[in-house]
């Protein structure tokens, strides 16, 4: 595709100012000697729907949808995965056969960071915190690796017992893999804890029971930061041995999009050495 006419590609978002995604999609482009224009779009709240049909009109090639329009990405969407469904949310547009489809690629970008980081979720006991919009991004993903347990705890278990819920009516083989808590529902022996609460923790915020650590265990936190973060500290001082933060998930996740657009999944390790060290 390396033609005088690059593809045209955008993340869409209000605000977008700080969006990393030019960065690392120009990085992915150029690694793999395409051409890829990549924007950012800085859509007026209305304007979202007719911003997407606007850029498809004018010939896109694909689109990253994020805060706070995935959900409407999702509705906009004429086709779009299982994964997205049970988002309920889309990070990653694109037009085929005139029409356009949606697919949620979060739950993939973390699957293959667990993987880098030889956290293969394939028989594992996954405890999961949280139970909003990036859990639900995650899930199927992590239960189609082969979990072995997923639970689901929550400051509000109903909404954790909702997930597994829809979940099991969409995709009943998972049921039996499922399960679901409050924060203090912490029992058993976890190899992967995922922090997926928008909360930081601390006395005014994320407060879940005590978590017994299997030996190598992982303890990851979506959210990334030039520190460790405070979840990852206090699972480091709760004994898990190893702790990661979501910068890796961040990357893969737009390598995931960028797979779907162009067809050839990028290397990551460079780009990922790079926004570390920007930090
Ligand atoms: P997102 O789309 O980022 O997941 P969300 O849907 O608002 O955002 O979900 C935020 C998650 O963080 C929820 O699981 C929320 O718990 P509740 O469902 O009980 O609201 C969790 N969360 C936010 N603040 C928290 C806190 N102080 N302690 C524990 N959990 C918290």
């Given amino acids: 595709m390396n033609t005088p006419t690059p593809a045209h590609c955008a993340v869409i978002g209000h605000p977008i100012a700080h969006s990393l995604s030019p960065q690392i999609h120009h990085a992915f482009a150029h690694s793999l000697g395409l051409n890829v224009h990549y924007e950012r779009i800085l859509s007026e709240i209305p304007d979202f729907e007719r911003t997407v049909q606007d850029f498809f009109a004018r010939g896109g090639h694909g689109l990253n949808v994020t805060v706070p329009f995935k959900e409407r990405a999702f509705a ?14 889309v990070n990653t547009l694109w037009m085929a056969e005139g029409q356009l489809h949606g697919c949620n690629t979060d739950g993939e970008g973390l699957v293959y960071d667990l993987k880098r980081l030889h956290a293969d979720p394939k028989g594992q006991r996954i405890l999961i915190i949280g139970a909003g919009g990036a859990t639900r991004g995650v899930l199927i993903p992590l239960l189609e690796a082969g979990a072995q347990t997923l639970k689901i705890i929550n400051r509000t278990p109903a909404r ?6 829809e979940l099991s009516t969409q995709q009943p083989q998972f049921a039996p893999r499922l399960a679901v808590g409050s924060l203090q529902d912490t029992q058993g022996q976890w190899d992967i804890v995922i922090n997926a609460t928008s909360a930081s923790l601390g006395t005014a915020g994320l ?8 030996p190598n265990a992982l303890a990851y936190d979506m959210v990334y930061g030039a520190q460790p973060t405070p979840f990852m500290q206090h699972a480091q001082a709760q004994g898990a041995q190893r702790v990661a933060d979501g910068l890796g998930m961040l990357v893969e996740q737009a390598a995931s999009s960028f797979a779907i657009w162009f067809g050839q999944r990028p290397g990551t390790t460079t780009v990922r050495q790079q926004l570390r060290a920007q930090l």
């Fill in 160 to 165: 954790a017992t909702q997930i597994a819920e």
């Fill in 207 to 214: 407060q879940h029971g005590a978590i017994d650590y299997a």
């Fill in 76 to 89: 906009l969407a004429a086709h779009s995965s299982p994964r997205a469904r049970l988002a309920g949310a």
